[in-house]
Every structure is written in structure tokens, then in C-alpha cells.
């Protein structure tokens, strides 16, 4: 029996060994194991910021990318910083992190709480991966500083390992039938009348490009039969009346101190209309969409699924 | 009654065990089917009418594409899972493999000892069967409920296999048992050979139900006869035959029979620790001897297979091959390099440990000093990586990321010479082991022609074998720019075929000694030497020629080993001996060097066993089916050592229960 333990312990130190070395292998290899680690550098949250990321389906870079769902974020290593005082936080760093971390923390004006966890499912980036973003971000308009923000792993959560259990319709539908609707222009109903998707469609409402990545079925499914419930910053409907006594309803294209220009819809036809401040008698945004309420009774539940479940599948 | 108290321990730990796992398995239903409730009341009206629950049963069906294993990630229980099911599954099959081998020698020479040594390895197979059987039916199970999607897809692309598989199985019961249980009955005369035919059928219907599970495994890694935008089986024996079986095949029956090789050496090890008499120290260093032989023996040509399977990922593959030695797991192979050593240094520390009980090796442990020092300079050349991981301030003095001299030593060119440094090295350290207690030898022509035959079959197809290669190399579509350089691999080639035409001669003339000098040294010449400085040249000027300069080292070296071995054979045949081998006498500190080449062929599976399947990175099926799951990441190499640590703990411990009742049967009859 003696002999026996003396070769158990013998063997478990053998395992332990093993295991030891994998430990030190690890911190010589940078952590990073497998799954293509790419580090901690500004390089590498480029890459995810555009790519594993998909921070760029909200937000755009100056001019590079397109949505507007999220601020723009050029200069934000700078506005960080302002906004850091102002919530009385120690740095811009500290500010990038909580804003990550809880997105719902600091939400700036003019924008609403749409911003997923990026450590959840479905983006479930890395610690790592999120730190390299957080030092990409420090680039526009700041210098990075990778050992301060390598400071704050412990303050990003781990991706998550719990199962999300996969959403599926109540009835049987067809993701390529809902595709079919989304762009059908012979019906008086076409989402792509009003939304950009993959470069195809009019800009009138938010480009729903990637947007299966970034939001929940039931967010998409209260967007389309309650649309007035959560509207897009930049794409409240805008109520101007004329001092002839004309009332409109349309999306604000753009105000400046000469002209109005607002986007209103002409049975079905979406069209620009420019107005000119000495004739205006009264303008106010409007907590109603202009987004269409009555899907409900304009799409079958096959096809109102199988819009869901197409733009579900946009990743 | 000490003995028997014990036993009482165990049985009640064993139960106190079951009961534990059934109570917390009992646990995670019931908190599952709460959750279900809650998740019902919450949905549903509290009141619950007839007619509610007739709606709540039209809820269409809705399957669900993984699960997880009460809470924990389903990934890692079937890993842990096949990784078990597959090292019981490597012994099981190994161990017929070699074990009709040692009957068959024991039947042909009418030696009792080999006769009795297969009897007790196939004891030890007959437990092991039932819980490899056991754990393939857990790893089924798990697989098709934790997996259910990827399963699907599986079946409906393998199923007619299935059946096959099924039935090979039957096959594989059938002739375990006859073997085991016929042995008294045909123990003597034409039945003996009647009993070593049921133990070939045993290993051909074991080694075809290997193979049937492989081809599932490397369809995964590079599947074929599917299209790979829907899916739909275009050719399911495409599907079958995919790329990567047959390097698959190759590598794991090697390592299959090394690895049971080493694991019965350990079980010798350990049954010699604790041997009371010298009777039983004897026969278990006898043993310890035999498992550590058939390990070694398997274990040196098993790098040529992995090199083969690794150019076939590549070939597969590019961006598979390049996650593997240059991507993520890149540092993988590092941590595989210091097991390999721990298994060369090892099985070289057993067998010149084994040299003290024969008489006569005095005149060859000089010689152990000199190997050492070669064998741990190729581990350590082998263990150096070409990136240092650098500081900073460290890169800014050396000035690049690369050392200036140590970066020579991290590339494969010279990793490839080291390794056949190694091998052949250990291989010498055999010849001087095999050769210890024999004195004056025979003149070779005593031997008579049977010996010139077959040292001249061998030659021949050994000459063949290179010709063939060369032909090959020469028929090579390359760039005229390119070509030239393939010039130097055909010159050494042709320098190898006049050694072993030369060693043929030298042995016909009473000079088998000089032939197997001139061999090594023409061999380490040209293979270590010449071509680590010329991996170099090509690395610089025709990076396209590396792969065949590797293949031709590959072979230069086996045709020596195999020459080398014939040689010895018929050198050594009938010599007159020294003295004789004193079985029983040898340190304990050598059965520690079996323990430690077991846990480290055991350790070594686990870890190549999540390379070759991680190397999928989040695909179940290499570039058609996404493993969408939660847990679908490749683990850290710290997380991976821990898991690989647990499996192979679990492993030992599984194998020394199995062990312990094996050897119930014995003590009984002892005590009767």
C-alpha cells in the first residue's frame, strides 16, 4: 500500500508539473491561448471595432462608416475627458470603461439606451478583445496608454458562459419570404422604403444593417408594432406648422438659419419638403414615429415573423 | 483481514460516491423542473384550467440546438468525456495488438513465460473493455443531448456507418471473450494457433471500429462529399474517405500501442513496488521490461507519423495548418515538446537503469554519459521558440524580437534534425541495452541462407522504398527557379542507398558491427548535420523545397533503423553470453521512470487530443457548420492544463480501480 501512494503522489506530481508549466506557458504567450488572440493594441480594437465588435453598425468614425444609431466618435478620447470631470470620474479611461461595462451609465444627450453588453451573448467579446478596444478608442483625438487601460481587466466582466437559449418563432416562417417583404415594392408595405439594409433601400429611417447583432427579438418586434415606443435619436417626427395655417408631420433633414428641410410622407411617398424660418409659425418634435403603427393589420403573422427573423439573421 | 477491511473501505467509498453523484444529479432535475414550473406560473394564469392546459400542449415543439449539462457548459463534459472514452479505448486496442504478438512468440518458441504474460495483459483488457464500452455509450448519449443540431447533421451524413460500427462492435465482444475465455481450452497443439487467429480477428474488427470512428472525427476537421453551402451529401463515401482518415488512422495506431505499451509498464511498475517475494519482482520487471520496449518501440517512429499528419493538416488546410504551428496553438507544441523529451529522457533512464541487472553492460555505461549529453541538447534545442517573449527593454538591447544565435535553434529546420538526433540516439541506447550481456558473435553465414534472404528482402525493399521516394521528388511540378535545389535531397538519397548497399556487404562478410557504425554515421551525417544547415539555405532561397527536405530526413533515418535493427538481429543471434540477466534486479527509481513515461504518454494524448480538435476553432465542421454555442471559444493554455491535469487524474484512477478488480480474481485463488 505504501509503494502505492508513493506512485500516486509520484504521478500526481508529474500532472502537477504539467499543469504548472501550461500556467507559465500561458503568461509567456501573453494569456492569450487560443482563439487568435491579437493582444492589447490599438491595432488589434481597430480591427474589432470594425469587425468582431460591430461597434461600427452605431457608431461611425468621422467620416469612415455610416451609422448613426450611437455618437459619432471622432475626438471622443478628448470629450471623454470633459465628461469624465463632469461625472466626477478619475479619467476619460475610467469614463470609456464604465461606458462599456454599463452602457446605461453615461448615455450622452440626444441618444437613447440601445447600447448592448458586448460581453454577452450575442457579441460575447473577450476581456481582452474589449480592452483592445478601449485602447483604440484612446487614439481618436488622445494617446493610448495600454498599461492603464490593461489596469481595468478586472473591471470587465468575462464574456458570458451562460446558454442564451436561441429565440424562435411561434409559427414555422421562412427567413427568405421575409426577406421577399423587407424589399417587396409592389406592396404598400416595404421596410426598404424607409430603411437602408446592406446598402439597399432609402436612408429615411435608421439603417438596420448588421442589426441582428446588436439587437434582441423583442426589441425588433416592439419596434415594428409599436414603433412610437422607442424611436431612434435623430429620427423623431417633427411637427411644423405654417403662418398659413398648414400642419406637417415628416423627419427633420437638417436646420440651419436659412432653410428647414423636412421629410414628409405623401401617401406612401416619401418627400422633401424646405421651409423658410419667417414662414413657420410653430415647430416641435413629436414623441410619435413617423414610422407606420398598423403593421398589424397590414402583414400577415407568417410574414411578420419572417421580417423578424430576416433581419434576426443580419450579423 | 487487513486486506479484507480494506476492501470493505473501498466498496463503501465507491457506493458513498454513487450515491453523492445520483443525489446531485436528482438535485439539478428537480431544480430544472422548478424552473420549468415557475416559468409556467409566471407565462400562464395560476388558476390553470382544463382548457389552458390544452393551449399550453399545442405550443408548437421547438428543439433546441445545445444544451448544457445541468448548468455546466456541455462543451467541456464532452470533452472530458471523449477524452476517456478515447484513452480506454487506445488501450483497448493496443493492448490485443501486442498481446497476440507475445502469444504468437510464446506458441512458436513453446516458452510458458510469454504464453502467461499475454494471459495476464488480457486479463487486464477484459475490465478495461466493459468500461470503454461504458464511456462510449456516456459520450453518445452527451453528444446527441448536449448537441443535439450538430448530431442531426452527423447522423444523416454517417448513418449507414453507424450500422457498421454497430456491428464491428458485436464482432469486437465476440472475440474479446472467446479469446479470453478459450484460453485453457486451446492451450495446446493446432488449437493454440486456433486461439492466436481469434485474437487477430479480435485486433482486425478492434482496428475497424478505430477507423470507423475516425473517419466522423477528421470529416469534422476537413470534410469531404457535402456541399459546403447546404450541406446536402453529395458522395457519403467521399464523406467517409475524407482527407485526413488515413494520416489519422496511421498516427493513432502507433500511439495506441506506445501508449499501452506504456501503460502496462506502469501497472509492472507498480505491482513491483509492492512484490513481496523475488518470484513476483522478477516477473514484473520482466513485464516492466516488455511494456517499456513495446512503448519505445512504437514510440519512435510515432513522430514521422505526426509529421505526416501535420503536413496533411496543412495540405487540408493552410489556414488550419497555420492556427496549428504558427497561430493560436503554436505554444501548445512547446508544452508537447517537453512531454516528448520527459518520454525520451525517460524511457533512455529505464533502460540504462536496466543495464545494472545484466552482466557485461559494464563494457557500454560509458557510453550512457555521452547520449545524456546528446539527448538533452536536442530536448533543449527542441523546447527553444523562434519569438522570445521580450520585454521592451530587452528587445531594445537585442535590438529585434529574434535572439541573435538562439533564433537558429527555434526553426523547424533545426527542430527536425534534433528530433532525429533524438530518435536516433535512443535507438543507439537499445542496440547497447539489447547487445549488454552478449560476448563473441556468430559468423553471419552460420546462420545460413534464411538470414541472407531476408537481409537481403530488407535491403531491398528498404532501397525501394528510397527510389521510389526519389522518383517522386524528381516528378515534382516546380519552378525552374526552384528546381535545382531538389538536386542535394536526390545526391543524399542516392549517398544512403550506397551505405546500405555497403552495410549489406559488410555484414555478409562477418562485419555487421562495422555495417551498423557506417550507417550511423553516414545517416547522422547527412540528416542531422548537412541538412539542419541546409534547412537554412532553403528557408532563404526556396522556402517551397523545406517540405520534402523534411520527408527525405524522414526516411533517411527509417531506412537506417529498420537496416540496423535486421542487422542486429542476426549479429547477435546465438552469440555467446556474457552473463545472464538477473530479472528483479533493478532499482525502484526505474519503476518510477515507467510511472513517469505513463503519465506522460497519458498526459500527452489529452494534450493532442485538444489540439487535433481545437485546431476546428468555433466550427463543429471545419468550414460548414459554426459551433454557435456559448462555450463555442478555444480555451486559454492554462484552462486547457487544468482540464487535460483532471482528465488524466481521472484516467489513472479509473485504470487502477479497473486494475484492483482485475486482480480480485487472483487473490481469491491465492487464498483458496
Known sequence: MKSFLKAVAFSLSIIGFFAFVCIYVTGLSGGGGGGGATGVSPEAGEKIYWGDGQCHTCHSIGTSGSATRGPNQEGLASRAAERAKAAGLASSLEYLVESIVNPAAFVVEGYDNIMPKVYDAPIMLSREQILAVISYLQTLGGEPDIEAVAKFAERIPEASGEEVAPWVPPIDVDIKEGELVFFDESRGVTCSKCHVLNGKGSQVGPDLTGIGAVQTPQYLIESVLKPSEIIVKGFETMYLMTTEGMAYNGLLVSQDEEEIVLMVDEDGVMEEYVFYPEEIAQMQKQDVSIMPGNFRDMLTTKEFYGVIMFLLSQK | ?672
Open chain 2, 1 to 672: 483481514m487487513n486486506v479484507k477491511k480494506l476492501n470493505l473501505k473501498i466498496v463503501f467509498t465507491l457506493f458513498l460516491a454513487l450515491f453523492l453523484v445520483a443525489l446531485a444529479v436528482n438535485t439539478g432535475i428537480a431544480e430544472e423542473h422548478a424552473e420549468e414550473t415557475v416559468a409556467a406560473e409566471v407565462t400562464g394564469d395560476a388558476e390553470g384550467s382544463a382548457e389552458e392546459a390544452v393551449e399550453e400542449e399545442s405550443v408548437p415543439y421547438v428543439e433546441d440546438e445545445y444544451r448544457n449539462f445541468f448548468g455546466i457548459d456541455g462543451r467541456l463534459i464532452v470533452w472530458i468525456i471523449s477524452q476517456l472514452h478515447l484513452m480506454f479505448a487506445a488501450f483497448v486496442l493496443a493492448v490485443p495488438l501486442f498481446v497476440v504478438i507475445i502469444e504468437a512468440i510464446g506458441a512458436k518458441t513453446n516458452n510458458l513465460q510469454f504464453d502467461n504474460l499475454a494471459r495476464e495483459f488480457t486479463k487486464l483488457l477484459s475490465t478495461a473493455f466493459a468500461t470503454t464500452a461504458a464511456l462510449g455509450g456516456l459520450l453518445s448519449f452527451a453528444l446527441y443531448g448536449l448537441y443535439p443540431g450538430f448530431m442531426r447533421y452527423m447522423t444523416g451524413v454517417f448513418h449507414p456507418y453507424m450500422y457498421v460500427y454497430a456491428l464491428c462492435f458485436f464482432g469486437e465482444v465476440f472475440f474479446l471473450y472467446a479469446y479470453y475465455y478459450s484460453w485453457d481450452l486451446l492451450k495446446t497443439g493446432p488449437g493454440k494457433w486456433l486461439h492466436v487467429f481469434l485474437g487477430v480477428m479480435l485486433n482486425v474488427f478492434g482496428t475497424t471500429l478505430m477507423m470507423l470512428a475516425n473517419s466522423w472525427a477528421t470529416f469534422m476537421m476537413a470534410p469531404s462529399g457535402i456541399d459546403m453551402k447546404t450541406g446536402a451529401v453529395l458522395d457519403r463515401s467521399a464523406a467517409f474517405f475524407n482527407f485526413l482518415w488515413m494520416p489519422v488512422n496511421i498516427h493513432r495506431i502507433i500511439a495506441n500501442v506506445a501508449f499501452g505499451g506504456f501503460v502496462v509498464g506502469a501497472y509492472a511498475a507498480v505491482k513491483f513496488m509492492g512484490a513481496k517475494t523475488e518470484e513476483d519482482r522478477a516477473h514484473y520487471d520482466w513485464m516492466g521490461y516488455i511494456g517499456n520496449f513495446i512503448g519505445l518501440a512504437a514510440f519512435i517512429p510515432l513522430p514521422f507519423a505526426g509529421y505526416y499528419l501535420g503536413r496533411e493538416i496543412y495540405s487540408a488546410s493552410p489556414v488550419m495548418g497555420n492556427i496549428m504551428m504558427g497561430g493560436a496553438f503554436s505554444w501548445t507544441f512547446i508544452i508537447q515538446a517537453i512531454l516528448i523529451g520527459m518520454l525520451f529522457v525517460g524511457g533512455n533512464y529505464y533502460l540504462w537503469n536496466g543495464l545494472g541487472r545484466i552482466k557485461g553492460s559494464e563494457r557500454y555505461t560509458p557510453y550512457v554519459k555521452y547520449i545524456n549529453i546528446v539527448i538533452f541538447f536536442c530536448f533543449a534545442v527542441w523546447l527553444t521558440p523562434h519569438n522570445l517573449p521580450l520585454s521592451g527593454e530587452e528587445r531594445a538591447l537585442i535590438g529585434e524580437q529574434y535572439h541573435p544565435f538562439s533564433k537558429f535553434f527555434g526553426v523547424m529546420a533545426a527542430k527536425n534534425a534534433v528530433v532525429n538526433l533524438l530518435i536516433l540516439a535512443t535507438f543507439f541506447s537499445f542496440l547497447l541495452y539489447k547487445r549488454a550481456n552478449k560476448g563473441e558473435t556468430m559468423p553471419f553465414k552460420s546462420h545460413g541462407n534464411a538470414a541472407r534472404i531476408t537481409m537481403i528482402i530488407t535491403v531491398g525493399l528498404t532501397i525501394m522504398y528510397l527510389l521510389w521516394y526519389s522518383m517522386g521528388l524528381k516528378g515534382q511540378d516546380l519552378n525552374e527557379a526552384i528546381r535545382p535545389y531538389i538536386n542535394p535531397l536526390l545526391t543524399c538519397i542516392k549517398i544512403q542507398i550506397a551505405a546500405i548497399i555497403a552495410a549489406l556487404f559488410l555484414t555478409f562478410s562477418n562485419r555487421g558491427k562495422l555495417a551498423q557504425t557506417l550507417l550511423f554515421v553516414v545517416t547522422v551525417s547527412i540528416s542531422v548535420i548537412y541538412f539542419w544547415y541546409y534547412g537554412f539555405v532553403l528557408m532563404e532561397k526556396a522556402n517551397m523545397v523545406l517540405r520534402f527536405l523534411s520527408v527525405t530526413q524522414v526516411s533517411i533515418v527509417i531506412s537506417t533503423l529498420i537496416v540496423n535493427t535486421v542487422i542486429d538481429v542476426f549479429l547477435f543471434k546465438n552469440a555467446k553470453e556474457v552473463g545472464g540477466i538477473q530479472w528483479g534486479k533493478i532499482p525502484n527509481r526505474a519503476q518510477y521512470a515507467l510511472l513517469l513515461l505513463c503519465v506522460a504518454i497519458v498526459t500527452l494524448m489529452g494534450l493532442m487530443g485538444f489540439i487535433r480538435s481545437g485546431l476546428r476553432m468555433n466550427w463543429h465542421i471545419y468550414g460548414f457548420m459554426q459551433d454557435k454555442s456559448p462555450g463555442a471559444f478555444t480555451p486559454s493554455i492554462a484552462y486547457m492544463g487544468w482540464v487535460v491535469s483532471l482528465i488524466v487524474f481521472l484516467f489513472l484512477a479509473m485504470v487502477a480501480i479497473v486494475f484492483w478488480l482485475a486482480t480480485l480474481g487472483d487473490k481469491k485463488k491465492k487464498h483458496a
